[in-house]
């Protein structure tokens, strides 16, 4: 069965819309882009229609792809002391001459709605409460929507990146799965993989997980976004695996409008926080 992202992420962002409009203020999200790479952009884009559907207030910060590291930083800390501002987002991957993990630790992490920020990936390891980096809270949505059991089962994740297979490991011990996490290092990943109840791959290459790599009856998240050929294409052999899958996410329409509707979810938490309504 699909787990469709699109239409879970339309119904839970229905039920947020409802909760914005009875806020008194917008909460506010600021991006700043750097650049013109097309897949940012586009993802950009993606951020700034829901946020403005669900009656949120977004301003894109279009930042010159030679822009000096200095000139980043004072717009974090510009924007770190508006108090109209609920969420910032640093817009990844940014031009290799400047820092972003110093970039990313200057934003206020009470304003970090990605949960990128040192702190929050700390409440996250150490169980308290804090935003949630956006991929692994959609994937997580995506599946209480479904009603999908956690608790006791073989989660396998495929990719340990410090925005989808770190957090999300840690998301999943905390609601009582048990979890292996595997890499490029990782030796004989197939008889690994097939041990899976759930198999979440974040990996970045076409088509990577094969039908032989997955148990019969696994629930698979494909979490890769990959270009070939101007189509997107996820980490896994959909054709192929989906009909031993119990449930499969597609790619598109999986987990990427859930990273969305995370993010937007994020922005709302925020805004609670600082307005204290
Ligand atoms: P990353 O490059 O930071 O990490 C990739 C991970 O894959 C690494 O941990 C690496 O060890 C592992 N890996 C690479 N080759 C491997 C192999 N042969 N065997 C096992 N593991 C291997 O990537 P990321 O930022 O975590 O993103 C992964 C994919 O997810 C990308 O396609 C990215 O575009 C996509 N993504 C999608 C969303 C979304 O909203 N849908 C969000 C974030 C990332």
């Not at 390891?125 to 997580?140: E, H, S, V, Y």
Request: with cysteine; net charge neutral.
């Amino acid at each position: 069965m699909l787990l469709d992202g699109r239409k879970t992420a339309d119904t839970l962002n229905e039920a947020l819309k409802v909760k914005v409009e009875q806020l008194t203020k917008k909460p506010k999200l600021e991006i700043i882009l750097i650049g013109n790479d097309e897949a940012s952009k586009s993802y950009v884009k993606g951020k700034l229609n829901t946020a403005s559907n669900l009656g949120m207030e977004v301003h894109i910060n279009y930042l010159d792809e030679a822009i000096d590291q200095v000139s980043v930083e004072a717009l974090i800390q510009k924007l770190n002391t508006d108090k109209d501002v609920h969420g910032i987002l640093l817009q990844l991957p940014i031009p290799k001459h400047l820092d972003s993990d110093h970039l990313i630790s200057l934003i206020d992490y009470k304003k970090d709605v990605d949960g990128f920020h040192t702190m929050n990936q700390g409440l996250l390891f150490q169980k308290k409460d804090g935003i949630r980096p956006a991929t692994p809270l959609g994937i997580m949505m995506l599946l209480d929507f479904y009603n999908i059991p956690i608790e006791g089962k073989h989660v396998v994740i495929i990719g340990r990146s410090q925005i989808v297979g770190a957090p999300l490991s840690k998301m999943f011990l905390d609601r009582n799965a048990t979890v292996t996490i595997t890499h490029s290092k990782t030796k004989n990943l197939p008889s690994i993989t097939k041990q899976a109840d759930i198999l979440v791959a974040a990996i970045g290459k076409p088509k990577f997980v094969t039908k032989d790599m997955v148990k019969v009856g696994a629930v698979v998240i494909d979490v890769g976004i990959n270009r070939v050929d101007k189509k997107l294409v996820g980490d896994v052999d959909f054709e192929h695996v989906e009909p031993i899958a119990s449930y499969i996410t597609p790619v598109p329409k999986g987990v990427g409008p859930m990273t969305i509707c995370a993010l937007a979810h994020n922005l709302y938490a925020l805004y609670l926080k600082q307005e204290k309504e």
